[in-house]
């Protein structure tokens, strides 16, 4: 494609926590992430913009998954929140993570979604509340989780057990 014109589409004009731009990335009038993630080339990571787009990448990402395409032939999976060892070896790694919420920790800063009995040993999410790093979404939305069957993505990260820190809306998902 040598000589095609290149086309960017910002996601959000702040940075992320590494000072990275996002944005949506045409060639030739083709949508690169869509054909990647329909490929199973790539994981959503929860960051698209405006919702259709945030719909159209979670589709595109599930017929991957549904078909084992690319990523999802046995490379990748989606985890179960009570594989803790399993979800613990992927520290560092993009991943999904899928299970029902156990219970809610609800902090002045921040917001826990427990995914088993012992927060500091099983699954986690985190979310802030204020501050660079806030939750960009209504945190009501995430209080009512409980006893739902979610999917949550994004970057591990080990704090007593396995945890990843939600940022966005799109990082959710509810399976039941």
């Avoid at 959503?44 to 719909?55: H, L, N, T, Y």
């Avoid at 159209?56 to 599930?62: A, C, G, I, K, V």
């Amino acid at each position: 494609m040598s000589g095609s014109t290149v086309e960017l589409y910002g996601i959000s004009e702040k940075p992320d926590r590494y000072k990275r731009y996002s944005a949506h990335v045409f060639i030739k009038d083709r949508w690169v992430q869509g054909k990647a993630l329909k490929a199973g080339a790539a994981i959503f990571d929860g960051q698209a913009g405006r919702s259709e787009c945030v719909d159209e990448m979670m589709r595109l990402e599930r017929e991957a998954i549904a078909a084992k395409k690319g990523v999802w032939s046995g490379k990748m999976k989606v985890f179960q929140s009570q594989d803790v060892a399993a979800i613990s070896a992927k520290s560092g790694q993009m991943v999904l993570v899928e299970g029902v919420v156990q219970s809610i920790g609800d902090r002045s800063s921040r917001l826990y979604l427990n995914f088993g009995q012992k927060w500091s040993e099983d699954f986690t999410g985190f979310v802030r509340r204020k501050g660079r790093e806030a939750y960009r979404g209504d945190i009501n939305e995430l209080v009512a989780l409980k006893g739902k069957r979610i999917r949550i993505r994004g970057v591990l990260e080990e704090s007593g057990g396995p945890m990843i820190r939600i940022f966005h809306e799109a990082q959710i998902s509810i399976e039941d």
